[in-house]
């Protein structure tokens, strides 16, 4: 069974440009959810899609954002980068929303120069 | 204000000495309390899930328990397999399903 797939692994990005983080979730899971990790703050919620739209948000700002198709797949966005959004994004996903279950990818490791 | 609050933030034990990392938290609506184990490079994976006070779960060398305030992880006998970081969740009604982590204890069991 394969788990959740996040592309790319590793990212070099320059300040000022944007990325675009993509998800593949286990399949049949519906939820997807984000998560950025720094090593000061730990894991901080993004957001979470169910049935391809955005259930819940957390404090991050709308440089910040996200989308899922219609087969779960999912997308997150980060413009205008800043060299604070150098972290490991995660993604991860369940069969309901709500994040129970929740199975983590290995993540996008994003550096800002 | 929801707060998770990890301890200690590093331990190193050596094989075999049992020892037990905190989880408080102050959070209202309470749901569930996760514990997860992340591996240098990887994502977390899943542990357990405790959902009220006076809980327990019990997997291998680890078993988790549940307070009204707190919950800890007891490490039984630890192998050098078991170095890890051990995160700590909590998901509240209150906030759409949101989950919030403490920033984990860094474990190191040494041979």
């Known amino acids: 069974k394969a788990g959740v797939t996040q592309t790319p692994r590793y990212l070099i990005k320059t300040r000022g440009q944007q990325v675009t983080l993509s998800c593949s979730p286990i399949?049949?899971?519906?939820?997807v959810s984000w998560y950025q990790q720094t090593p000061g703050q730990g894991l901080q919620f993004l957001f979470e899609?169910?049935?391809?739209?955005?259930?819940n948000k957390g404090n991050f700002p709308g440089r910040f954002s996200g989308r899922q198709f219609s087969n779960s797949r999912s997308e997150m966005n980060v413009s205008t980068l800043e060299l604070g959004d150098s972290a490991l994004y995660l993604c991860?996903?369940?069969?309901?929303?709500?994040?129970?279950?929740?199975?983590f990818g290995s993540g996008t490791r994003l550096t800002v120069v | 204000e929801d707060q998770v609050t990890q301890s200690p933030e590093a331990l190193r034990l050596q094989e075999g000495e049992s020892s037990s990392l905190n989880c408080s938290y102050t959070?209202?609506?309470?749901?569930?309390l996760f514990w997860y184990r992340q591996d240098p490079g990887k994502g977390p994976e899943f542990l357990f899930t405790?959902?009220?006070a006076g809980e327990e779960k019990e997997k291998e060398r680890l078993k988790a328990t549940l307070t009204k305030k707190e919950s800890f992880l007891h490490i039984t006998a630890p192998k050098p397999e078991d170095s890890a970081t051990y995160l700590c969740?909590?998901?509240?009604?209150?906030?759409?399903?949101?989950?919030?982590f403490g920033t984990g204890t860094s474990l190191t069991v040494i041979p």
């Open positions: 991860a996903s369940s069969l309901a929303e709500g994040g129970h279950g929740y199975t």
């Open positions: 399949s049949g899971h519906r939820s």
């Open positions: 899609y169910f049935s391809e739209t955005q259930r």
């Open positions: 959070v209202s609506g309470l749901r569930g």
């Open positions: 405790l959902y009220s």
């Open positions: 969740a909590v998901q509240t009604s209150n906030t759409g399903n949101q989950f919030y």
